[in-house]
């Protein structure tokens, strides 16, 4: 989840400093950020993780499963 997110607001800022290219698919930029985002989402969305963990802490579980 924390990676996901990191590549998120990375890809993003590299498609900000690419300006217009950033978001043109003739440049790999706008991938970058697709496939970022699909990290988020597949697997369970991070929203859906962030409920898993903090569910551990009530369960008393240190580890999560
Ligand atoms: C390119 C791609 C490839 C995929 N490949 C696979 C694959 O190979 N195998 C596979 O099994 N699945 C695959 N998926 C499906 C993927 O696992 C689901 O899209 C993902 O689990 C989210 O489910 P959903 O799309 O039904 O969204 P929904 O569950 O409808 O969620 C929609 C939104 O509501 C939020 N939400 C839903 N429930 C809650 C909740 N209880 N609390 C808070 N927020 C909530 C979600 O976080 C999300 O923002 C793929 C999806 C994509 C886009």
Known sequence: MFASEVAIKNSLEAMRIHGGHGYSEEFGVERLYRDAV???????TND???TIIAKQP????RKIA
């Open 38 to 44: 699909l990290m988020s989402i597949g697997e369970g």
């Open 58 to 61: 009530i369960m008393g579980k």
């Open 48 to 50: 859906i993780l962030r």
